[in-house]
């Protein structure tokens, strides 16, 4: 599961694209070490094996509810099974249950529901347990983030209606009595019956699809006939836009909500090549009969359901919001159809065999589709990420030692995990990595899965024993803190390095065996290795250098999980900006020089333009030419103007014509703005730059700001960057602007408002502005009514009072018709 914000992958840590997973599910645990105190939780027992769940579900969307019938096919494990017991949430209703055709007694009670048969069942004998049951309209949702259960999308004027189930962790049982925990693995098949309007997509393989034209319903069958957790069993159903693919004989289905077809080319046209990769590089080709991407309404992020990830519907994008904006959630559900579907965690305890390898897929289809720089910033943001908890505590990866299954998704679970495993790849090479990987999943495929499983897999897959390795990186907790000396032997030519391990080891963190790599770097950008063994509290590294470094650097790859205790001077850091090889360190050094606001020297800004000059990577450029702005220096404008042409360079480009912004206004500037402002690139070049570089000069160029204004986007960023400028202006040649976006159905109800909110102050008294907002009382958009009603009330607009008074007697809303009389009596 990733719980990520919808943002795409983009600039800093945290904001490079994504909330951590951990930093949402989090919100509201208490301060300090949730894990120290908490009792051990360990596998549940199996008291039968559940083979296949057959759910038949009968939806009333106008009640809320939901009327099913369950068969469950199981076997006892032991001799002479009395009572056979379900998760069933308090929220079901169960109105009868049957064990192989025959009626039996039941108790249904704090979540559970216990069936007694007539007669006990036979060890490894089958039985068919069926049980009726209804889903009451306040149902019920719980557990992490309180995600889990049945989730209604109420129809608005931009939303149709839906709804959507989620399962992880122990949710499902809040829609279906079930055996609700990971270690056991079935079959299913779900037949659900539904408004006519709508669609459902559900897990393995579509059936026939049925249809009562009498009730104004349709039934969907859908049917997973390989093994899998019931977690992982979802149903997603509404009025949705649906495009099928097809892949190496799998289809694709990609499902939006009803009117956001237009976003699925520009947010999942990547999952062909994302599928060819993982198959490619684990030697084991995805495995599920389909796969579909499923975006709704009020869902935080992604959720991996066996072939039918279930998707926020925030996180569609288009071309304009940034390259592939969906790319690091939707690798990063992928990943999990082979880590954590096909194999799944045996208990919450080991949930980074789900998540951390899904972290770890996301980052290593980054390096395929972005490169060598993608990648160290993906690992890089993880460490910090993990780092920034651990000051709050510090765990084990694995343990059975955790509060609650929820507290377990955290940022030791999702990036910690996710840059482990990288260590391990480059401990073993990459070679035995993905043979051991491919190990694993061909002989755990299936299966429920504990962390000493993947240790085996790499031995007999590979020869290598990686015990070692899990036991000071799995089973205990923190991370190397390396305090940095160094020395120049003038007389053995030679960089002397002395490293010391300072963590505190008195709660379980040990004193770490690791491989580590040290650099001396020259100005000239040559650089000294040496690769060595780390394996007590101190270490001494001698790199043979005909001249003294100007710096040396630990870990110059940043391969490891660790902190390092080392002071550079305003020298190193210049050498590290300039010639560093890794974007970590230039990006790393470009902060130190310019952190705690101190004033920068003449040389600094510089500096930076000679770093601008060779730096290849778009943001480390664009933080460079940010810095750079901050000299508030007019003998720039010329290195901004050439920077604000070169569009090969998206972030160059928008901070070069920010940076233009921010100096005094010049006319000779106004055709970059324009080219800008009027360019079908990214919005932040368009808005940020275009858009607010020509705010000295918008009457001129009015009708820029209307086309835009009018232009589809995203989330109406294009038409709320219009407003920036035109509504605080005053000013009334803004009006046929504000009135235009008023009328755009297409807009949303907070873009639309807002521009009816600046009408209420420009425009007074004009005819042609009040029969605009007249109209608008014709609409059924209640908010867009109400707003309107308000806009006639402040601009004292008494002609538009019969139109008032219409409305106040025709409307059905209690909301509108008060909206109404309250604007009838002001206008009196």
């Given amino acids: 599961m990733n719980l990520k914000s919808c943002l795409p992958v983009a600039a800093a840590l945290l904001a490079s694209g994504t909330f951590t997973p951990s930093l949402q599910a989090q919100r509201g645990r208490p301060g300090g070490n949730p894990f120290k105190t908490a009792t051990p939780i360990y596998a549940r027992n199996r008291e039968y094996d559940l083979k296949n769940v057959q759910v ?60 007694t048969p007539t007669t006990p069942l036979e060890r490894n004998k089958d039985a068919n347990v069926v049980i009726l049951y209804k889903v009451l309209s306040a149902s019920k949702s719980g557990g992490l983030l309180g995600l889990e259960g049945w989730h209604w999308i109420t129809p608005t004027a931009t939303r149709r209606p839906m709804f959507w189930t989620q399962g992880e962790t122990q949710g499902n049982h809040f829609w279906v009595p079930i055996y609700d925990y990971p270690n056991d693995k079935c079959t299913t098949e779900t037949i659900t019956t539904v408004p006519e309007a709508w669609q459902v997509i559900g897990n393995g393989t579509g059936g026939k699809i049925s249809e009562d ?50 976003y699925i080319d520009d947010s999942f046209g990547d999952t062909k090549d994302m599928l060819t990769f993982y198959s490619n590089i684990l030697g084991v080709k995805y495995a599920w009969p389909k796969y579909a991407q499923d975006a709704v309404y009020d869902f935080g992020g992604g959720m991996e359901n066996v072939s039918a990830t279930t998707l926020s519907e925030a996180a569609l994008t288009d071309a304009r919001s940034g390259f592939r904006g969906m790319a690091s959630l939707n690798s990063h559900e992928l990943g999990h159809q082979w880590f954590g579907d096909l ?33 160290d910033i993906e690992r890089e943001q993880s460490r910090q990420a993990y780092l920034a908890e651990s000051r709050r505590y510090k765990r084990p990866l694995a343990t059975k030692q955790y509060p609650n ?23 073993l090479g990459d070679a035995d990595f993905f043979r051991g990987l491919k190990y694993y999943l061909e002989n755990y495929g299936y299966r429920a899965v504990e962390s000493k499983d993947l240790s085996r897999s790499f031995e007999e897959g590979t020869g290598k024993n990686v015990e070692a390795f899990f036991n000071q990186w799995i089973y205990k907790p923190g991370h190397p803190e390396i305090e940095v000396t160094w020395k120049y032997d003038e007389a053995a030519k030679q960089t002397v390095v002395t490293l010391k391990q300072v963590q505190d080891t008195s709660e379980g963190t040990p004193i770490y065996d690791l491989p580590i790599t040290v650099g001396s770097l020259h100005a000239n950008g040559d650089m000294e290795r040496v690769t060595g063994r780390m394996t007590g509290q101190t270490y001494e590294v001698r790199l043979n250098s005909m001249s003294k470094p100007d710096a040396v650097m630990v870990d110059p790859d940043h391969d490891l999980v660790k902190e390092l205790k080392v002071t550079y001077t305003d020298a190193e850091n210049a050498v590290i900006l300039t010639k560093a090889p890794c974007i970590v360190d230039r990006q790393t050094a470009l902060r130190r020089m310019t952190a705690g606001g101190a004033a920068v ?45 070169d569009k090969k360079m998206p972030y ?64 109406d960023r294009l038409a709320r960057a219009v407003l920036r400028v035109i509504v605080d202006a005053l000013d009334n040649d803004s009006t046929p602007v504000l009135l235009s976006v008023a009328q755009n159905t297409k ?59 219409a409305l106040l007697f025709s409307t059905k809303s209690n909301k509108v018709k008060a909206a109404a009389k309250e604007t009838a009596d002001g206008l009196k």
């Avoid at 006892?76 to 209703?93: M, Y």
């Avoid at 949705?240 to 289809?251: A, C, N, P, T």
Wanted: hydrophobic share 40%.
């Fill in 405 to 427: 299954p929820g507290a377990m998704f955290d940022s030791h679970t999702y990036p910690k995990g996710g840059i482990i495993l990288h260590m391990l790849r480059r401990e």
């Fill in 343 to 375: 194999i799944t965690c045996k208990d919450w305890g080991e949930i980074w065999l789900n998540e951390s390898f899904a972290t770890f897929m996301q980052h290593i289809y980054f390096e395929h589709s972005r490169g060598k720089d993608a990648y």
């Fill in 213 to 262: 034209r009498e009730k104004k319903t349709r039934t969907f069958r859908w049917k997973m006939t390989q093994p899998h957790s019931t977690y992982l069993l979802s149903l997603v159903a509404g009025e949705l836009d649906v495009k099928y693919d097809k892949w190496e004989g799998r289809q694709l289905i990609y499902a939006v909500p009803k009117g956001r077809g237009k």
């Fill in 601 to 645: 020297s003449n040389a600094t800004y510089a500096l930076f333009v000679d770093a601008l000059k060779t730096e290849k990577n778009d943001e480390q450029s664009a933080s460079l030419l940010t810095q750079i702005a901050k000299s508030d220096n007019e003998k720039y404008r010329a290195l901004y103007r050439e920077l604000a042409l």
């Fill in 56 to 115: 038949v579900l009968k939806v009333d969307a106008e009640e809320r509810s939901a009327t099913g019938q369950v068969t469950h096919r199981l076997a006892s494990l032991g001799d002479n099974l009395k009572n056979i017991v379900f998760d069933a949430g308090d929220n079901l209703q169960i109105s009868g249950v049957t064990v192989n055709g025959t009626v039996a007694k039941f108790v249904h009670a704090k979540d559970l529901l216990t069936v």
């Fill in 652 to 715: 160059r480009r928008a901070t070069a014509l920010r940076s233009l912004v921010a100096l005094p206004f010049q006319k000779e500037d106004m055709a970059l703005f324009r080219d800008a402002a009027l360019s079908d690139t990214e919005y932040y070049v368009i808005t940020e730059a275009g858009l607010a570089g020509l705010k000295p000069v918008w009457k001129e160029n009015l009708a820029v700001y209307k086309h835009q204004a009018l232009s589809d986007s995203r989330n």
């Fill in 747 to 805: 807009a949303g109800n907070v873009v639309r408002k807002q521009a009816l909110e600046g009408l209420q102050k420009v425009g007074l008294g004009d005819t042609k502005t009040r029969e605009g907002l007249v109209g608008l009382l014709k609409e059924t958009n209640e908010d867009v009514q109400i707003a309107a009603l308000e806009t006639l009330r402040e601009r004292k607009d008494r002609d538009a009072i019969s139109a008032v008074n």
